[in-house]
């Protein structure tokens, strides 16, 4: 058991990574292929989805064209799904009654069951916060 008094054993923990797209382009640098051991993408953003922020430090990896927002892969027994979902989840704006697309908690859920099927208790790191 950890401080918080949940026991974070290897085969019950469900880990979902909602990082920055520097971390997506790190995670990247493996070539995607069709296999099963490769990774998966998930989601890309559209042509013009490129960073305009020029004063940060350049891309360890550039992609021509639809830059990956959501890839999965099985690693070992268990998944990992990294996305650059962070500006999504922050303030409940993924919940707004106003929002056209009020799917992502379902995307979540669809996630969570591919990556262990009748999942029920999941940890979710975004950042430096955990939610569980």
Same mark, same amino acid.
């Given at each position: 058991?950890?401080?918080?008094?949940?026991?974070?054993?290897?085969?019950?923990?469900?880990?979902?990574?909602?990082?920055?797209?520097?971390?997506?382009?790190?995670?990247?640098?493996?070539?995607?292929?069709?296999?099963?051991?490769?990774? &998966?993408? &998930?989601?890309?953003?559209?042509?013009?989805?490129? %960073?305009?922020?020029?004063?940060?430090?350049?891309?360890?990896?550039?992609?021509?064209?639809?830059?990956?927002?959501? &890839?999965?892969?099985?690693?070992?027994?268990?998944? &990992?799904?990294?996305?650059?979902?962070?500006?999504?989840?922050?303030?409940?704006?993924?919940?707004?009654?106003? %929002?056209?697309?009020?799917?992502?908690?379902?995307?979540?859920?669809?996630?969570?069951?591919?990556?262990?099927?009748?999942?029920?208790?999941?940890?979710?790191?975004?950042?430096?916060?955990?939610?569980?």
């Amino acid at each position: 058991k950890n401080g918080g008094g949940y026991n974070l054993t290897a085969n019950r923990v469900l880990v979902v990574a909602a990082v920055s797209s520097i971390f997506l382009s790190l995670a990247l640098t493996i070539p995607l292929n069709a296999q099963e051991e490769g990774p &998966i993408v &998930i989601a890309s953003g559209k042509g013009t989805a490129f %960073n305009k922020n020029l004063e940060g430090d350049p891309p360890l990896k550039e992609y021509e064209g639809f830059p990956p927002v959501m &890839i999965a892969a099985k690693v070992d027994n268990g998944a &990992i799904v990294a996305a650059g979902t962070a500006g999504v989840c922050r303030d409940g704006n993924w919940n707004e009654p106003t %929002n056209p697309y009020p799917y992502f908690d379902e995307l979540l859920d669809a996630t969570f069951q591919w990556m262990k099927s009748g999942a029920r208790s999941v940890l979710w790191y975004e950042g430096y916060s955990v939610y569980t």
